[in-house]
Structure formats: C-alpha cells, structure tokens
C-alpha cells in the first residue's frame, strides 16, 4: 500500500468510508427484511401456507438480481474504481426502497427486489475490494473482522429496529419503514462520500480483460472459501425473512424479540475484530473450521428446541453455537483477499456476494417447500442436509491445504 498523494485521504479513510457505508447499508437491509414477508402477505402474524411461498419467491427475486450480476459490478469496480460502483449501488437501493414504499403490488415488489439485488452486489464487490486492497496480510483478519462486525451489527441492528417497528405499527402503515430504510441509505451515502474525498480516483488497468479476471476468480483455491458460503446463507436468508412472522404466530411479541436480536448484535462489534485477529495469528483455516463448527451446533440445537419446546439449556446451546460461528467470517473474508490480485480484486470479491445470494436463493426455496411438504421432518432434513454440505466443505478445504496448493494460513 503505498503512501497518500498530495491531498488524498490518509489510509485509514477509505477504510472508514467504507465501514460506515456497510454500517448503513445493511441497516437498511436489515430493517426491511423483518418486515418484508409480513408487508407482502398485509399482514404480521400466523401467514399461511400460500403466503409463506409467495413471500418466499418475491424474497427470492433479491439474491437472483444479485448472482446474476455480481460479476460484472466486481469487473466495473475494478475497472472504473470502488466508490463509484459503491455509491452509484447506495443511490440505486434508496430509490428502490421508495417505490417499495409505494405500494404492494406484487408485480412490483418483485421488480424492485430484483433490482434491490443488483444494487446489493455492487456494493459489496466494491466495499470488499476496498478492505483488501488497505490492508496487508498480517492484519487483513483484523480488518475484514471490522468490516464483518458492521456488516453483521447493521444487519442485527437494523432488522431488530424493523421488528420493533412491526410490533408498534399496523400493518398497514410498514410501507414507511422501507422509507426508513431508503432514508439510512442517503445518510450512509453521504458521510461516506465525505469521508472518502481524495479516494474516488478511477482504476484503469492497462490490459483489462473480463474473461481474465473471472477465469481467475473461479479457481479451485477460490471455490473452497466461498462456497461454504453457500450453504451458510441458505440457513440464515430464510431464518431472516420468516423469524418474525414465525415469532408472532408462537404468541412472542416482536418487540420483545426486537430486543434479544439487538442486544446480541452489540457483540458482533467486539467479536469480529477479535475473530479476525485469531485468524491473523491462528490461520484462516482453523477459524474457518471453528465456525463451520458453530454452525453445525447451531441447527443441531433449533433441531432439539422444534423437537422438545423451549428448554433454556437448548437456548443456551444455540448462543454459545453461534458465538462460535461468527468466527466464520472474518477468516474467510481474508482468505479470500489473500488470493486476489490487483487487476481482478473486486472481481474475484464478488464471488464471495454471488455465492451469498444464490444461498439465499436456494434456502428460501428449498426450506419452503420441505416445510410445506414434510412439516417439522422437513425442517430437520434441511438442517441436516446444510450441516452435511458444510462439513464436506470443511473438509475438502482442508485437503487443499495439505495438498499445499494454498498458504496453510
């Protein structure tokens, strides 16, 4: 990284930028997914089968626009440069947000969640592109840990703002939450435009070639880092979309359940810095596999507590099981980052988001229909069925790693 030209932001600035823009953007995300199923089926508790399916297609819409796209924000960042795809992703989701505001037609929620997508996978090929390339090996764990735990804590905080408004408002008002959302957006926008001055100059690398950068991004050693990713946002994009309505209809009030997903957000803050750190100095692989771990303990859990009802042990189980997860992120962000390059880096980063969003894709489709199919035996099929992929996964990294074709970090 080299040192700041005349007037240029100092290095920790872009890195700023970018963390207070994740912070924003996912809040907004986060507030409009508690609310989303329930603003489809026009109303917040007990959906029914046909309104489960129909949330979970529209829901759908958003990780398809994503995947499908994701590429090409990642090649345009790489060769217009980051903020410019960021901010043009950032203004793109707030006008998205205000037509969803407008109305509940379901032709054009769909539209707009497909082009929500989109914007989504500009921002994030163009964030992550940022953190790897102002941070060296030695502590990228560390800062792709801070960028995880904004990432997460606006996640967290913004979906349990979103629950919390559900419970206080009627149903009929929730289009104002998602003006609630387009409203952070700007304000994400401009800070982090302000924050970032002297850092929006344009990359134009001399022998820039598409076919290049993506045949590069899908390597054998890229696959084994991110697809675990798949399979990981198969289980957390539809525990997102359908936690709330679910909640209401068991008799737990929203803004009580607001407040559990809020505080524990808090944590994300001092434990994702803290994992990045332990990959640094631990391996991204060993953390990567302590999160898989996590995971795998996680639905083992939810699994007893459908089985049994509520037993605080199994509670228990399940928070100390995703404790373990979070250590997910930050060591495979920076195991990604270890192997891009300058010319494909925002490219080879947005796999990472495809690979998140076809997983959303799938695992709303796919638990959907084994609940709507099985019931209760269809939801222990899903779980056991992400936990066996994972597993497969994590094992498969680790054959790489013997193998010595990657770093053993």
Do not use: C, K
Not at 62 to 87: H, K, N, Q
Not at 178 to 188: E, I, K, S, T
Not at 254 to 260: G, I, R, V
Not at 305 to 325: D, N, R
């Amino acid at each position: 990284m080299g040192e700041p030209g005349p007037g240029a932001a100092s290095p920790e600035a872009p890195l700023r930028a970018v963390f207070v823009a994740t912070f924003f953007i996912r809040f907004a995300f986060g507030i409009t997914v508690a609310v989303f199923a329930s603003y489809i089926a026009g109303r917040s508790a007990g959906l029914s089968g046909g309104d489960v399916g129909t949330a979970g297609w529209v829901s759908a819409l958003a990780p398809i626009g994503e995947f499908t796209t994701v590429l090409f924000s990642g090649a345009a960042a790489d060769r217009w440069g980051r903020f410019p795809v960021l901010f043009a992703g950032m203004g793109g989701a707030a006008v998205v947000l205000a037509v969803v505001a407008s109305g509940r037609q379901l032709l054009t929620l769909g539209v707009a969640n497909l082009t929500f997508g989109i914007a989504s996978g500009a921002i994030l090929a163009a964030s992550l592109a940022v953190v790897a390339e102002h941070s060296g090996a030695g502590e990228r764990g560390y800062e792709m840990g801070r960028f995880d735990a904004m990432n997460l804590f606006g996640w967290v905080s913004g979906f349990a703002f979103g629950l919390g408004l559900e419970d206080l408002m009627p149903n009929a008002q929730l289009g104002s939450v998602f003006l609630a959302g387009a409203a952070a957006l700007l304000v994400g926008l401009l800070t982090a435009g302000l924050l970032s001055r002297g850092e929006r100059r344009p990359h134009r690398p001399t022998a820039f070639s598409f076919r290049r950068v993506v045949r590069s991004a899908f390597r054998s050693t890229v696959l084994v880092v991110t697809l675990p990713w798949l399979v990981i946002y198969a289980l957390v994009g539809t525990a997102l979309v359908f936690l709330g309505p679910s909640a209401s209809a068991l008799g737990i009030r929203t803004s009580y359940l607001a407040l559990a997903v809020g505080g524990g957000g808090a944590l994300l803050v001092v434990s994702q810095p803290l994992f990045g750190r332990m990959a640094d100095r631990l391996g991204r692989t060993r953390m990567m596999t302590a999160g898989a771990v996590g995971f795998i303990l996680t639905m083992l859990f939810a699994s007893l507590l459908a089985a049994f009802g509520f037993h605080w042990v199994l509670v228990a189980g399940i928070g100390a099981s995703i404790l373990l997860a979070l250590a997910y992120g930050p060591a495979a962000l920076a195991a990604l980052a270890d192997l891009t390059v300058e010319l494909s880096r925002a490219t080879t980063m947005a796999i990472y988001s495809l690979t998140i969003s076809l997983g959303m894709f799938v695992g709303l489709i796919a638990s959907t229909g084994l609940v709507a199919r099985f019931g209760t035996p269809g939801l222990y099929l899903y779980f056991g069925s992400i936990a066996g992929i994972l597993g497969l996964l994590t094992a498969l990294r680790w054959r790489e790693v013997a193998r010595a074709t990657i770093p053993v970090r």
